[in-house]
């Protein structure tokens, strides 16, 4: 399974991007996809997760109120809607995909992808 992000940018505080995730297999291949994020210098951060049925959604509390994660699986695409947004929420993010029913949501995950910037400015 590949995973391809895109949507990433430069933003001012207080204002919105939607980031996207395709899958290159159906969504039968995998369970639950999920974002995570990365700050210079800080360790990989989970952000938001959703099972392909559209349930079981978890998030960081950081993001609680401002982030909405969804997908659409006619086309294997998970999007993250970012409003709000904070210099903090900085980071490049990262989707990733995950095989087994009984997964822990926080992971691990199989696959990775390869990462979209996002920049918010003060």
């Known amino acids: 399974v590949q995973l391809q992000a895109s949507g990433g940018g430069l933003v001012q505080a207080g204002g919105s991007l939607r980031l996207s995730c395709a899958a290159s297999?159906?969504?039968?291949?995998?369970?639950?996809l999920a974002w995570f994020r990365q700050a210079p210098g800080k360790e990989r951060e989970f952000v938001a997760t959703i099972r392909w049925s559209g349930d079981r959604i978890y998030y960081v509390d950081s993001v609680k109120g401002r982030f909405t994660i969804s997908r659409d699986n006619t086309k294997n695409t998970v999007y993250l809607q970012m409003n709000s947004l904070k210099p903090e929420d900085t980071a490049v993010y990262y989707c990733a995909a995950g095989r087994s029913p009984y997964m822990n949501y926080l992971g691990p995950y199989d696959y990775w992808g390869q990462g979209t910037q996002v920049t918010v400015s003060s």
């Open positions: 297999e159906r969504t039968s291949s995998t369970y639950r």
